[in-house]
């Protein structure tokens, strides 16, 4: 079949790779000038998500402070902004966070093994570091951790409970005063550079052919029409009058994967996904003092903010704000900025004095979709030809794999890897 796959991030590439690798040829149109441009370039690091730093659950904006919960909620909320928060707030509760987990849980694993397939296969090298420490400040908010513990015993999570002293003589960096309530590690989870992997799967694509990437083009429309399907490309900028006829490009079957642009996309095509976007931004700091930087990733588990090294840099990540979606297309505004930095910058202090050379540090922001039950909206949707894979949230890159094989698999006509409770936790059809 052909298959035309609209966004040139991590979901969009990775889907490529996997509808190649059944067998399909393959369309990605990317509006940026290369792949990896977007919210892929700015990705946190953190490969795939553990019930500690998934976007829901009992510790996600468990507190109304700003700077106890790391997510600045900007004023002004409108109807469905408020709606979005207290439908997330839903899965605080134990019982729901769980089972939301549980759902979540087989594509992880399925991630984790078309990952280690890809790897293998290619002999990449994406500045992969192993080890993932998080860390919990108060006893308050380590009792609020203790169904995502329960969870990871639940499912034979590899991983060990330290106590602040343990979590200071496994890694050096981490400071012990101010008290702090302990840690948890995940020796064999990993962080790694998302957009590097996304632009060498595109480079091995490239070699192998049959993957066919346009660059620099806009969708604008997507037309469904019995059994094709079709995508209208935007005139070029600065394209003469003569010259601004409507490009359209036909295939058997078209998948949105192009994180927040795909919502204007899917809604002229009458499908509303209650998707939120959240703002997020990134720090990459030059190393001050290598004898304070640290050999782990350090992640503030409440606050969900992420330290991870890349050679003599390191990136932290997080810093997310909650707006009104109408607000999401203009500028955030300096005020509000500083305040997300000046988050990542305070947890590196915290965690790791003396590591980070905060003043040099380059700053980056983009939007990553977040949904109102936690799980990304992937599989067919509206009409036999059309797919749909976004909304995977700030937490794990990885999950972009699995998600690829999932719509490979639909494609294809073959009997996806996960359960059907999970297949239908993921579709569209879920929030009708």
Request: glycine residues 10%; proline residues 6%.
């Amino acid at each position: 079949m052909d298959v035309i796959v609209i966004g040139g991030g991590i979901v969009g590439v990775a889907t490529a790779y996997q509808l190649r690798a059944a067998g399909h040829r393959v369309c990605v149109v990317e509006r940026h000038a290369t792949v990896a441009q977007g919210a892929t370039y700015g990705h946190g690091g953190t490969v795939l998500p553990t019930p500690l730093d998934v976007w829901f659950g009992p510790t996600f904006m468990a507190s109304r402070q700003n700077a106890r919960n790391g997510v600045i909620s900007k004023t002004g909320f409108n109807g469905p902004a408020r709606q979005f928060v207290k439908q997330l707030a839903v899965l605080q509760e134990p019982e729901a966070f769980s089972r939301q987990y549980g759902h979540l849980r087989p594509l992880i694993e399925s991630s984790r093994e078309t990952m280690a397939d890809v790897e293998t296969r290619f002999g990449l090298e994406f500045e992969q570091t192993s080890g993932v420490l998080y860390l919990v400040r108060s006893a308050q908010e380590w009792e609020q951790t203790q169904s995502a513990l329960e969870l990871l015993r639940q499912y034979e999570v590899p991983h060990h409970v330290l106590t602040p002293a343990e979590c200071a003589a496994f890694e050096h960096s981490v400071r012990t005063e101010p008290e702090f309530a302990g840690g948890v590690l995940f020796d064999q989870e990993r962080t790694a550079n998302c957009a590097l992997f996304a632009k060498l799967i595109k480079q091995t694509l490239d070699n192998q052919g049959g993957v066919q990437f346009m660059l620099g083009c806009e969708v604008s429309s997507i037309r469904l029409e019995g059994q094709r399907a079709s995508v209208e490309l935007a005139p070029s900028p600065g394209a003469t009058s003569r010259s601004r006829e409507v490009d359209v490009i036909h295939a058997d079957a078209v998948v949105v994967a192009a994180g927040y642009g795909s919502l204007g996309l899917l809604e002229r095509l009458g499908l509303r996904l209650p998707l939120h976007p959240l703002r997020l931004h990134n720090l990459v700091a030059p190393i001050a003092h290598e004898e304070c930087a640290p050999h782990v990733a350090i992640v503030d588990a409440v606050k969900r903010i992420g330290i991870s090294r890349m050679n003599q840099r390191l990136r932290i990540a997080g810093g997310a704000v909650l707006q009104s979606a109408g607000q999401i297309d203009k500028p955030l505004g300096e005020a509000l900025t500083k305040e997300a930095l000046a988050l990542l910058g305070q947890a590196t202090h915290d965690w790791i004095p003396g590591a980070a050379r905060i003043s040099a540090a380059l700053p980056w922001e983009g939007v990553k979709l977040l949904s109102p039950d936690g799980l990304p909206v992937i599989g067919n949707a509206l009409h036999p030809r059309l797919f749909v894979n976004v909304g995977h949230g700030p937490a794990g890159w990885g999950l972009a794999c699995g998600s690829g094989k999932l719509i490979a698999d639909l494609i294809s006509g073959h009997t996806p890897e996960v359960p059907a409770d999970t297949l239908a936790a993921l579709r569209a059809e879920r929030f009708q």
